[in-house]
Every structure is written in structure tokens, then in C-alpha cells.
């Protein structure tokens, strides 16, 4: 006496309720011949890059710091700028981000602060280092450690608030200068996005278990750790067997479609 194994086509639908997420750029500084703001979406509003007490100069490479001459931070030895909403509705800033490189040995240690400022940029100087509520955002670390930085703000503003950002740094002998790389100085937003699900379509066989991947197909935004079935399969049975993969039996002597959710 002969067997055969009969096959059975299944559909399957799933969702996933996770989110992707994007960074969008909210605005931008080119740094290729002046501190100007290059582009700003249209909730942001933005300053150029101010210093002050430092030279700072302009090329396709970016914008180069040079002059400073301190083993430590000084109050009065800073570039930075400040962000705001053009409209006074609320705008969340997620992220800031840059390119850096030192271009002399002797350059050492860098630090990023920022403050909340109620109405303006015009914040003092010897204030915003020693007196104010600042955030520090980089504490004393060594410009060669990580040249590239993607640093999470996480900052809401409304209203007429600003984000005042500024950059100190530490060394001597700042011939050659340190140097924030061209079209790489950014505030960005996080923006979320509809994972995508795609349907599955298998191949079972009759009278047997049949193990099925049913995420392999498909994009979520973080680590999936549970599967949920909505909908049971009407000519079957269906066990979840891990985070990835469900256990399919058909009713015995059946042949034909079926379908779960």
C-alpha cells in the first residue's frame, strides 16, 4: 500500500503595530563660506553660527576654529547658535548632528552646552557657563575619540523659547584648528513611520505539522518579542512556537486553502 502527501495552500495577513523611525532635517548649516543658516524647514526659524573672541573661517572643507589658546573652557571662547518655532506652535528638535576633525595634536577636549532661553539668544556669556541651568550635551571629550556625532536632543519648544547651543573647547597652539566638517551641522527631528506588512502565502501538507516563518517578509521598527493571532485558521489548528514562526496542522483529510490572521 502506497502514501501520498497532499499539499495545501494558505493565506496569511499580519500586522504590525510598530513603529519605524526617520530623522528628518530640521535645519541646516553649510559651513563652505559663511556661518549662515543654508535650509530650515518651515516650522524652525535659526541663527547663524556666532563666536566670540575667536577667528573662525570658511572653505569647501567647512568652517575652522583657530586662535584659541586655553587648557581649559572659557566662558568668553565659544561658537554656537540658536533655534527656535517661526510660529509659535510647539517643535520638537530630536537631534544634534555634525562631522568633526582636528587638524593639530595639540587640540584637546571639546564640551557642548545648551540652554532654554525664555525669549532670546542674546544670552550673556559668563552667565550661560556658570550661572545658568545649562544642559550639558558633550562633557570635556576628546575631539579624536568620535569624529562623527549624532547626539539626542530631545527638546520641545514653543512659543517664543530658544535653543541656545554653544561649543567650547580646550588646547594650545592653535595653528592648524579644529574644524566642523561641510554640510554636516544639523538639527534633526524623529519622525515615525508605518512599519510595512506583507502577506504570506505557504505551501503546507496534509495531515502534518508545518512550521512557518511568518515575519521573515516583513519591516518593524524594533525587535518583535511576541506573536498575537487574531483570526484562527477555519480548516486547522495554529500554534504560536516562537517570536518568529507559528505551527500549522490541518484538519485530518482535508485538502484545499485556508487562511489566519
Do not use: C
Given at each position: 500500500m502506497?502514501?501520498?502527501?497532499?499539499?495545501?495552500?494558505?493565506?496569511?495577513?499580519?500586522?504590525?503595530?510598530?513603529?519605524?523611525?526617520?530623522?528628518?532635517?530640521?535645519?541646516?548649516?553649510?559651513?563652505?563660506?559663511?556661518?549662515n543658516?543654508?535650509?530650515?524647514?518651515?516650522?524652525?526659524?535659526?541663527?547663524?553660527?556666532?563666536?566670540?573672541?575667536?577667528?573662525?573661517?570658511?572653505?569647501?572643507?567647512?568652517?575652522?576654529?583657530?586662535?584659541?589658546?586655553?587648557?581649559?573652557?572659557?566662558?568668553?571662547?565659544y561658537?554656537?547658535?540658536?533655534?527656535?518655532?517661526?510660529?509659535?506652535n510647539?517643535?520638537?528638535?530630536?537631534?544634534?548632528?555634525?562631522?568633526?576633525?582636528?587638524?593639530?595634536?595639540?587640540?584637546?577636549?571639546y564640551?557642548i552646552?545648551?540652554?532654554?532661553?525664555?525669549?532670546?539668544?542674546?544670552?550673556?556669556?559668563?552667565?550661560?557657563?556658570?550661572?545658568?541651568?545649562?544642559?550639558?550635551?558633550?562633557?570635556n571629550?576628546?575631539?579624536?575619540?568620535?569624529?562623527?556625532?549624532?547626539?539626542?536632543?530631545?527638546?520641545?519648544?514653543?512659543?517664543?523659547?530658544?535653543?541656545?547651543?554653544?561649543?567650547?573647547?580646550?588646547?594650545?597652539?592653535?595653528?592648524?584648528?579644529?574644524?566642523?566638517?561641510?554640510?554636516t551641522?544639523?538639527?534633526?527631528?524623529?519622525?515615525?513611520?508605518?512599519?510595512?506588512?506583507?502577506?504570506?502565502?505557504?505551501?503546507?501538507?496534509?495531515?502534518?505539522?508545518?512550521?512557518?516563518?511568518?515575519?521573515?517578509?516583513?519591516t518593524s521598527?524594533?525587535?518583535?518579542?511576541?506573536?498575537?493571532?487574531?483570526?484562527?485558521?477555519?480548516?486547522?489548528?495554529?500554534?504560536?512556537?516562537?517570536?518568529?514562526n507559528?505551527?500549522?496542522?490541518?484538519?485530518?483529510?482535508?485538502?484545499?486553502?485556508?487562511?489566519?490572521?
Amino acid at each position: 500500500m502506497s502514501t501520498s502527501k497532499k499539499q495545501i495552500l494558505l493565506f496569511f495577513a499580519i500586522i504590525i503595530t510598530n513603529l519605524l523611525f526617520a530623522q528628518t532635517d530640521l535645519v541646516k548649516w553649510g559651513l563652505t563660506s559663511n556661518g549662515n543658516v543654508t535650509y530650515t524647514n518651515s516650522n524652525v526659524t535659526a541663527s547663524s553660527i556666532t563666536t566670540s573672541q575667536n577667528p573662525i573661517s570658511y572653505d569647501s572643507q567647512g568652517m575652522t576654529v583657530t586662535g584659541w589658546n586655553n587648557t581649559n573652557i572659557e566662558h568668553y571662547r565659544y561658537f554656537g547658535f540658536s533655534v527656535g518655532s517661526s510660529n509659535g506652535n510647539s517643535v520638537k528638535l530630536s537631534n544634534l548632528a555634525f562631522e568633526q576633525e582636528r587638524l593639530d595634536t595639540k587640540i584637546q577636549n571639546y564640551t557642548i552646552r545648551y540652554y532654554i532661553a525664555p525669549d532670546s539668544n542674546n544670552v550673556d556669556d559668563w552667565a550661560f557657563l556658570y550661572s545658568l541651568n545649562t544642559t550639558v550635551l558633550v562633557n570635556n571629550e576628546s575631539i579624536a575619540s568620535n569624529p562623527v556625532k549624532n547626539i539626542p536632543l530631545n527638546v520641545t519648544l514653543s512659543g517664543t523659547q530658544r535653543l541656545v547651543v554653544r561649543f567650547f573647547t580646550s588646547g594650545t597652539d592653535w595653528g592648524a584648528g579644529w574644524r566642523i566638517k561641510a554640510n554636516t551641522l544639523k538639527i534633526t527631528e524623529a519622525q515615525a513611520s508605518a512599519p510595512i506588512a506583507n502577506n504570506d502565502t505557504f505551501t503546507a501538507y496534509k495531515n502534518n505539522d508545518n512550521i512557518l516563518d511568518i515575519l521573515g517578509n516583513d519591516t518593524s521598527g524594533s525587535a518583535i518579542n511576541a506573536i498575537s493571532i487574531t483570526q484562527q485558521p477555519t480548516h486547522g489548528t495554529l500554534v504560536v512556537t516562537g517570536t518568529t514562526n507559528v505551527t500549522y496542522k490541518p484538519t485530518t483529510g482535508y485538502t484545499g486553502t485556508d487562511s489566519f490572521k
